[in-house]
């Protein structure tokens, strides 16, 4: 007998293409996601900065060639020092650091995100954050496309002596723009500062150089197998202070100023990348000719400038920072009067960059590092303005086809839309209370340690999707069978019911997330042309996807479990045997 059975909502509709549309739709949105979250990561790994050719010579005029000097600029000595991934807190522990802060300058800053060591490096010798300098993650490969210190100092005739890791070579070509270079393979099961301080004194000893830079990397790598708070870093960071009083007493001749500042900080655990104060709360130290005495607030991007103008060198050119006024004992000449014309050309070509020539209508007024930060930020928010405008319609789309699925699985049954709501509530209550309470996790580069995790950590969260999506579609059979007085499961005639309602209750999560995913890419968009999106809700935006990809495993299995507690759940047997 082929009798109509009145399914959800009691009619005869072709009841089995609910449960494959269901299913077909699941596995659609799996598939989209996989693909946007490639594309997404990709774009930030390869964003193209439209900015490294940028020279501000169309509105401040051509700046002399560097090897012209700058009028009535003393050529000072500076020794540049770069401790990666030193934390604030632990470098009050350290002597060497603590002497240089008595004599001259105690410098807070804040780190441009993401706080990972390439793109940090880079905004230290050129002053330019990871949007303009285009390095955004440690897997930059190639040349740094924008001046440096380097270039700057070695164009302007300076003898110039790097000692660090190689990497140096690979990013800032060091042997080639500069006088000389000690330079030490990558090594994490070695302790290497001791050898690259060596190679800094070495370099030094005949003849000393005008400007010297040397990286230690070593306190980045306890952070890293250790973690921040751990005495084992505390234990590389009391090395550290003692090789770095090493090199401060070799190098100093009297008429030396210092700068040393890490390139991020780490967290307790270990991890940086994020925005954690731990990794971006950092600081500098300066002291020596041409420092004040003082304290001050900056950002990193502030930090080669000031070296430049404390130098008397141009800055570098891309660079958005300024020099730090409070700290600058003199203008060192015209070198801080320089710095502020190139600032002030960058900032008019960044905004003709973002807006076109028509943004520059008002921007006669410019007079402080505070107003050409505004004005490039009130760029920023114009241009995200008028792009978030076209994108609001996308963003409607993805809400009528969250409300049309709801209406949809309403119309048929309430009760199969109040359990698939349930089920997917305890989805999102599950997954979160995992990521957030039982890992200890955040919406932060920071979270994975090293590199290496990366793939471990994502399939990880795919893994818990995928079995958080199952527990949902558990949830929803069981909240069905309690709203009906006398449930009848699938054998008694409601089999593509039963079945569909694991895939309804997964495409209904999965559709929260992707109104989510819609949220981020009408703020920032699916590419990274112009502006890097916030990192938070870029980390964020990929999890998104991540679990909306695995959540098609969840759709299949789902099918099963709704059906196996239709099928055997005592109420439901009860209604069959009556
Ligand atoms: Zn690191």
């Not at 723009?177 to 994490?188: N, Y």
């Not at 002291?287 to 008397?312: F, H, R």
């Not at 007024?365 to 760029?379: C, G, M, Q, T, V």
Request: net charge negative; aromatic share 8%; hydrophobic share 50%.
């Amino acid at each position: 007998m082929n009798k109509p059975v009145r399914g959800w909502g009691g009619t005869t509709w072709p009841r089995w293409s609910i449960l494959v549309a269901l299913v077909v739709l699941s596995l659609g949105a799996s598939y989209g996601a996989y693909t946007l979250a490639g594309y997404s990561w990709d774009q930030v790994v390869s964003y193209q900065s439209p900015y490294t050719t940028m020279s501000g010579i169309d509105y401040v005029g051509a700046r002399p060639n560097l090897d012209v000097a700058v009028p009535n600029a003393e050529a000072r000595r500076v020794v540049l020092i770069v401790i990666d991934g030193l934390r604030d807190d632990a470098s009050r522990t350290m002597d060497s650091i603590n002497a240089l802060r008595e004599q001259g300058a105690d410098v807070s800053l804040t780190v441009p995100q993401p706080s990972l060591s390439y793109p940090t490096w880079t905004t230290i010798l050129t002053g330019a954050p990871q949007q303009i300098s285009g390095v955004t993650t440690n897997w930059y490969e190639g040349r740094v496309p924008v001046e440096t210190l380097f270039d700057v100092a070695a164009g302007s005739g300076r003898s110039v002596a790097v000692a660090g890791p190689v990497d140096l070579e690979a990013l800032y070509g060091v042997s080639e723009v500069t006088s000389a270079t000690a330079l030490t393979e990558w090594d994490d099961a070695t302790y290497m500062s001791d050898d690259i301080v060596d190679g800094a004194l070495a370099l030094n000893a005949s003849s000393p150089a005008n400007f010297t830079f040397v990286l230690l990397p070593d306190v980045d790598v306890a952070g890293h197998a250790y973690g921040g708070a751990s005495d084992e870093y505390a234990a590389t960071v009391a090395k550290i202070d003692d090789d770095l009083a090493r090199l401060i007493a070799g190098l100093d001749d009297g008429s030396t100023t210092f700068v040393v500042l890490p390139d991020h900080g780490h967290t307790d655990t270990g991890g940086h990348g994020g925005g954690e104060a731990a990794a971006t709360a950092t600081f500098a130290a300066f002291a020596g000719p041409g420092v004040a005495q003082t304290t001050a607030e900056a950002n990193l991007e502030d930090i080669a400038p000031t070296v430049a103008v404390i130098a008397g060198l141009q800055a570098p050119l891309q660079g958005t920072g300024t020099a730090i006024d409070a700290i600058l004992a003199d203008e060192n000449g015209s070198s801080r009067d320089a710095d502020m014309v190139r600032a002030a050309g960058i900032t008019l070509e960044y905004i003709a960059t973002v807006l076109g020539e028509d943004g520059l209508a008002d921007l006669e007024s410019i007079d402080s590092p505070a107003a050409f930060a505004r004005l490039r930020a009130n760029a920023d928010a114009e241009r995200l303005a008028a792009e978030r405008s076209g994108r609001l319609p996308w963003l409607i789309g993805a809400i009528v086809a969250l409300a049309a699925l709801l209406v949809i699985v309403g119309v048929r049954s309430w009760r199969a839309l109040v359990a698939s709501i349930s089920g997917a509530a305890v989805y999102f209550g599950l997954y979160n209370a995992l990521f957030f309470l039982a890992h200890d996790y955040a919406w932060s580069l920071s979270t994975f340690n090293e590199e290496s995790q990366v793939s471990a950590f994502f399939n990880g969260r795919m893994l818990e999707a995928a079995g958080c999506g199952i527990i949902a579609c558990a949830v929803a059979a069981l909240v069905y069978v309690a709203l009906r007085r006398q449930p009848r499961g699938p054998h008694s005639g409601y089999l593509p019911e039963w079945l569909a309602l694991g895939p309804a209750t997964i495409l209904l999560t999965q559709l929260v997330l992707a109104l989510q995913v819609a949220i981020f890419v009408w703020q920032w968009g699916a590419s990274v042309v112009w502006i890097l999106p916030n990192m938070q809700d870029a980390f964020k935006y990929d999890l998104d996807l991540i679990q909306l990809t695995a959540l098609a495993a969840a759709a299949l299995l789902g099918a099963g479990i709704t059906w196996a507690i239709g099928r055997l759940h005592p109420r439901t047997r009860k209604a069959a045997s009556q």
